[in-house]
């Protein structure tokens, strides 16, 4: 008999009332009666869970009524109705065979475990039921983002991770090398030169783009920033698409277009596991999610519009919106949450905040660059149009001690049949943490990385 | 007037013959006549590129005959039959606009450059023929790998790059710091402890396996040896599908269907591609891929059938083929380009050569360990049926020296209802080796490194 998935037992239900099947999965729950016993059956492709039931006319009814939670099994046995819910399937075991033994001690003992606990581990908190659809909302958002991507035409590209590149200018990354740190700095390391952990893909992305037109990376990269917070993790994943031709307008019809398609795409594919995060969380989840989707277009202001309606707020901020400078959490969170109810694009910010490659705008003061808020996790991309004029770009790099030379096949671009052209970012465990209403970094990525945490 | 793309152009032409188009990309070529003019234009979103005409009645004739090869531009014309060939898009022009001009020091002019000239001028080469079609094949089997893997029901893993684990017992990683020389094994870490660069994410992705069945990771995965060969990159891209509940046999049928897919995806979606990367690599890279898909089960033999064929041949080998030993490049060719004229699966390796993970067979000397070679690009899969018996697992640690306590939640799975189960592991560069015809890592990733090499 053929081995069936959970996932296809669901899908075929009806189909298969009455029908012999075979399972091959996990006990996550065993309760067990005189006369017969119930199994919380799982094998991880599908959230919605059967019931396998069997009776002392089982084979082996003792060595089965023995059998503990954790344990690996095969199950063979009929699909009968189900009478506790017609949606999730139940099985009338004819036999259970156990294919790995789990000890009394096993530590997910059928109860509520807090996520710290959890995270001490890591390696077994997938086959929890909060873990069981996190990570399956991982999988099928990334799915979506490379489906909503490359039936559009755009090129996936994998641009470096090791760098000698800083491109950011910003000094927060992690030395790579092979030599032991008495040689390093006096003989020449693998590379010939320092090499680092790259903490964007954007510049080399653009080269594909003056290529390919539309291009998009999607992969990891790494922050060495020594904060412990809840959105920050050292090694995270990234999307970053570049698009030629396009302006920061057209760019912000892409980013809700993408942001839409990948909900839409979770909302359809994970709907059992949306339900369950939507009680984790308190509630909520779905009802963000499905007003995203029935927002015909999000709103769009200028940071100086922003600060304008942040300062009309009294008594209320610990730090006071100011026109040119950043915004903080707080502020971003009364945006979305209280003033647009929903996502909201800021575009427009000042320059001196923002990063050498942004378009300068004819005020002489701000930067063509624009970040997407979003209720629940703040800033969920963020980009801008790039600078395409030589001069301008050559001179801010200047002001900003940029070398020239290190970064001439960049500014070169500009000089090789360059165009308009713009691209965001968007970091997407922080996508996730918006998708699953799970509000810690930690618990959205399956080994995070953060200070002094690198287990597993 | 909408914009579309040179893609849309050709999958549309019938429907757009004699309508108004615009185009929006890059001067490949520019030929001039007295009265008219021949542009060979592309955008990137299609090999098949447009030929743009026009002549002596186009606005401002005199700008657009001087315009240079690199140059990005905007087309605005009609669509006209192509007297060259029905299949190539032809437009005739009644205006084109510089978007952003090229010099005539532009190092991409028009003419056969050697891929070592390219390699040198990286950031560019995406705009030849070479790379458009290379890159496009990168970015079609990329998805085409999601694709098999998502529709199958397998979860999607990210594992971590950044590792305290040594897991092949190799030595040869990048080691991860923020600390400066001086410091480095005097003071904390980022981490707390030692850090390197994964070599793999299987043991990670094995935990995922134990709890969702069916997974797979891609992503990038790092190795520090000093070895400068066409094959060899110190950042290259993997995929490696763990499956629970499956033995060699089966991991062997899987990884069949993988490759069939694959390949059938991109001769389907890269025709013009694959035709082009056909001349250019000498002939009988499409008669490959073809006759894979025509073959209905690979041959498979084990390691010891392996050797007694080829210590059958004389005079021939550098290395003599020997029963308990790995075999050589030179070997790997002869069975599949002569004696198997395809893919074959070669198994039960001997235990000492593989690693310490693989499911030890009764015989005492081999172990349950499957390579995939193929015409042309030598292993290209690695995989194995691992040991899930906790004695012999721990013993063979033991014996490699492998720490049970900095493993012990590897080890554990096989105590926390572990079961039958296997997994491999694939270079997506060797893949795109495989299907391109390039012979050369460097040329099938954007940015190679290599020793010596960290540019752009």
Redesign the interface.
Known sequence: ME?I?T?ALKERLAELQGQEVCL????RNHRKQKNMGFIDFY???CFKNPQVVYDSGIEDFAAVSALHV???I?VRGRVVPSYKDPTTPEVQASAIVL?????ED?P?QPKRHSVEFLREIA??R??TRL??AV??I??VA??AI?TYF?DR?Y???????????DAEGAGNT?????LP??K??KE?D????P?S?AVTGQL?AE??A?????VYTF??T?R?E?SNTKTHA??F?MIEPEV??CDIHQLMDIEEEFLKFIVQTVLEKCPDELAFLDKFTGGGLLDKLQQLLATPKAARVTHEEAITILREVKDRFQFEPRYGEDTAKEHEKYLTEEYFHGPVFVYNWPRDIKAFYMYQNDDGKTVAAVDLLVPGAGELMGGSQRE?RYDLLVKRMDELHISREAMS??V?????????HSGFGMGFERLLIYLTGVDNIRDV???A?T??????
């Open positions: 081995v998935t996932r091959q999965g996990w006990i094998d991880g492709t954790g344990a690996a095969t294919e790995g033994d789990c000890p096993y997910l390696y077994l997938p086959r873990f069981q990570f399956r991982r999988s990334s799915m490379h490359q035409g090129l996936y590209v994998h641009t470096p991770l090791i760098t000698a590149n992690f030395t790579v090398t092979t740190p008495e390093q700095g020449p693998f590379f010939g030169k090499t952990l080399e080269t594909f003056m290529a390919f037109s539309k992969g990891p790494f060495a020594n050292a090694e994943w030629a031709f395409t096949w960049y070169n671009l500009r000089r090789f049949g360059g165009c308009t990525i399956p080994y990385r200070p002094m945490n690198c287990e597993f």
